[in-house]
């Protein structure tokens, strides 16, 4: 029996690996023939061949960086989420939500331009979805939820997202939270521009003729009564 091997027996006798076990820093060998004496000789020699034991001494550093990259590992950054991972996924939120913003405002001036309020219902209805899905991507879906909501299908909060919409205000304008070990990103939207109560204002001052249109496209529609300034929803980025 080889010099090391005695050491690693007398330090552990009991070993839950059959192969190896870990002394101050050092991987040892312990002889199989005291340990696991069920195992048949001819394994046993070709287990404590020393070029056997350089070979998994060698391999180990590769074998704890697989387990590292490995999908076991990575489930578990997922469920703790760093503050780095949160900030990044704020940022990007930020980002694609300032292009979504600005494209979705430039589709409805134009279409305001083009015809007025009523035949910008007609091109939002069915414009607006889509524009939402052309932002989304693989990685994280995007789309508009409302503290009323007009496109009951796009726009009703879930319970998450109806809890991450209270605690929006002002001074806290957006938010991200893991839900389910995902991440949830959301932006308010506040109506500071008075073209929004066109079609979201007091249902009084609205024009008879959007009115008209919203009743037929939007039976159910409750994003009206809002005003100035009013928390109308938020943007919503959910990692997929
Ligand atoms: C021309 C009428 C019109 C104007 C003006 C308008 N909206 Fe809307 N809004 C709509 C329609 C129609 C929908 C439903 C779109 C859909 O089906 O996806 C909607 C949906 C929304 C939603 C999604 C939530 C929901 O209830 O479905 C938000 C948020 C919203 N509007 C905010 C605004 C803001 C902010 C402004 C001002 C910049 C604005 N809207 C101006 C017609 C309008």
Known sequence: MRK?????????P?????????????????????????????????????????FFKSIL?????????????????????LPATKEAFRESGKK??????????????????????????EVCSKEAPKIAESFSTQKFRIHRIGTRVRNIHTGTPTLDERELLQKLSPKSPDIVEPVNGKLVYLRAIYLSNALCLKC??????????????LA??????????YKLNDLRGAFVVRER
């Not at 694609?96 to 409805?108: N, S």
């Open 216 to 225: 037929r496209l939007y039976p159910e529609d409750k994003a009206t009564g």
């Open 96 to 121: 694609v939500t300032d292009a979504f913003m600005k494209a979705l405002g430039q589709r409805l001036k134009a279409a305001i331009a083009e015809g007025g309020p009523s035949y910008a219902i």
């Open 14 to 54: 009991v070993l839950d690996c059959p192969i190896l076990t870990h002394g101050e820093g050092v991987v040892r060998f312990s002889s199989l023939q005291d340990t696991h004496p069920w195992i048949s000789t001819g394994f046993r020699t070709f287990l404590e061949d020393s070029s056997m034991q350089r």
């Open 200 to 213: 979201h204002g007091d249902p009084k001052s609205i024009d008879p003729k959007t009115r008209k249109v």
């Open 61 to 81: 550093p590769g074998m704890a960086l697989l387990w590292m990259l490995s999908p076991i590992s990575c489930k578990q950054e997922k469920v703790q989420v």
């Open 4 to 12: 090391g091997q005695e050491d690693s027996n007398k330090s552990s």
